[in-house]
T-cell receptor
Framework: DAGVIQSPRHEVTEMGQEVTLRCKPI?????LFWYRQTMMRGLELLIY????????DSGMPEDRFSAKMPNASFSTLKIQPSEPRDSAVYFC????????????FGPGTRLTVT | DQQVKQNSPSLSVQEGRISILNCDYT??????FLWYKKYPAEGPTFLIS?????DKNEDGRFTVFLNKSAKHLSLHIVPSQPGDSAVYFC???????????FGTGTRLKVLA
């Protein structure tokens, strides 16, 4: 298995632009998580899905952030409009679910908003 | 409100010696704990875990200890190797709500 796949690996955009981050979880995993990593706050959980349904989005910072999981093999995290303070590394992770708490992380997307 | 804390941002240890990384939590509903290791430009990778019904779990050079009364867990690496140099995150899970909280990480440097 290729593991969790994220694209792009790096994204540089100007303030106000829309940014879409993509994730392909490990096949057969039921849960998918989006995290943001910053120096100040470490790894923050933004949202997680179970069986493609958003379960907890309390970590989504504001309405500019949205996430979708249209099917079991694809998820997107969108920021519109982007701001410089959104600059961070965004990780996607998947988990088998069913009382397995281990998460498998993708390589991350480094987002820079200028 | 940081429910999971790693108070040491960094730690340096000589090769062959023991590395001890600490983690404290505040929420008594957490009942499962994990440690992840992260190299630069990579995502975190799972290392070892422990359920709240245990106080110790060992896997090769890695041992996790859980002290529920103190709401404290620690990761012991012995002997430490240069390849262990990475950032280590602890994570705590409330299995009832699937609330999953990471600590801020401790950067371990193992000196050759």
């Amino acid at each position: 298995d290729a593991g969790v796949i994220q694209s792009p690996r790096h994204e540089v955009t100007e303030m106000g632009q829309e940014v879409t981050l993509r994730c392909k979880p490990i096949s057969g995993h039921n849960s998918l998580f989006w995290y943001r990593q910053t120096m100040m706050r470490g790894l923050e959980l933004l949202i997680y899905f179970n069986n493609n349904v958003p379960i907890d989005d309390s970590g989504m910072p504001e309405d500019r952030f949205s996430a979708k999981m249209p099917n079991a093999s694809f998820s997107t995290l969108k920021i519109q409009p982007s701001e410089p303070r959104d600059s961070a590394v965004y990780f996607c992770a998947s988990s088998p679910g069913h009382s397995s708490y281990e998460q498998y992380f993708g390589p991350g997307t480094r987002l820079t908003v200028t | 409100d940081q429910q999971v804390k790693q108070n040491s941002p960094s730690l340096s240890v000589q090769e062959g010696r023991i590395s001890i990384l600490n983690c404290d939590y505040t929420n008594s509903m957490f009942d499962y704990f994990l440690w992840y290791k992260k190299y630069p430009a990579e995502g975190p990778t799972f290392l070892i875990s422990i359920s709240s019904i245990k106080d110790k779990n060992e896997d090769g050079r890695f041992t996790v200890f859980l002290n529920k009364s103190a709401k404290h867990l620690s990761l012991h690496i012995v002997p430490s190797q240069p390849g262990d140099s990475a950032v280590y995150f602890c994570a705590a899970v409330d299995s009832g709500t699937y609330k999953y909280i990471f600590g801020t990480g401790t950067r371990l440097k193992v000196l050759a």
